[in-house]
């Protein structure tokens, strides 16, 4: 028995299994579908759902993840946005600082705003550690945190920039092309990226065929993120 999500994310990088989260954006998918939805998402075998976006409406995220919760026994956990974000409906939350910015808003300004909620929740909190690489569009984590992406030819960066994080405490690390990416995080920067880290990987962001998602398993992904993919074609199989 895993005691935590963190745990289970763990074992499985230890043991080379692969995980799959599919991202939910609650101001893109309907409450109404979520029966729908979650049966499809099981069929994939998912091992998690992550709900987040960057431009969800206030309290939106709180009615979205109880409902999604009825639907289904898989684990949700926070991918959120910004800390208005936050429901005690969901089993965990990545709790994520924008490494490769240099915002303090995504450094620690939310994170502390997100404090008189926490200190009261029951959601198991995961220190994560949030990269933007080059996905060749601009995307909204870029808009929003008003931060440069490291170029996917920035090996270097990328590698100290993770290995920054897992020094300062971080127990996963998260390259992100970012939503709807036209690429995704290419194979010698997850590669290099993985060799350096003794932590578990997410790569996200652009992942659109089974060949990609396997290209990122193999060049060191623990856990792969889908989300346009899944909503642009939700009977979509990997
Ligand atoms: C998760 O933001 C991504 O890391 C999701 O990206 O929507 O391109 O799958 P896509």
Request: no cysteine; hydrophobic share 40%.
């Amino acid at each position: 028995m895993n005691k935590t999500i963190l745990e289970f994310i763990q074992k499985a990088s230890i043991k080379g299994e692969k995980l799959l989260a599919i991202l939910l954006d609650p101001d893109k998918t309907s409450i109404e579908k979520l029966a729908e939805i979650t049966s499809k998402i099981e069929k994939l075998k998912a091992n998690f759902i992550f709900v987040g976006g960057s431009f969800v409406e206030n309290d939106v995220t709180d009615l979205f993840v109880e409902t999604l919760k009825k639907h289904t026994k898989l684990p949700v956990i926070l991918f959120p946005g910004d800390f208005s974000q936050l429901t005690n409906h969901a089993d965990a939350l990545l709790f994520l600082s924008l490494l490769s910015g240099r915002n303090p808003e995504y450094l620690i300004e939310q994170q502390i705003k997100s404090v008189p909620f926490l200190k009261n929740s029951t959601l198991e909190i995961i220190p994560t550690g949030y990269i933007l690489i080059d996905g060749g569009t601009k995307s909204s984590v870029l808009k929003v945190s008003d931060t440069k992406p490291i170029s996917q030819e920035n090996v270097e960066l990328a590698v100290a920039t993770a290995i920054a994080g897992m020094y300062k405490g971080k127990q996963l690390i998260y390259l992100e092309a970012g939503s709807g990416a036209k690429v995704p995080v290419n194979s010698r920067l997850i590669s290099a990226v993985k060799k350096h880290i003794a932590i578990p990987l997410i790569v996200g962001g652009g992942i659109k065929t089974k060949e990609q998602l396997n290209k990122a398993y193999k060049n060191g992904a623990d856990l792969v993120v889908v989300g346009t993919a899944f909503e642009n074609n939700n009977t979509f199989k990997f």
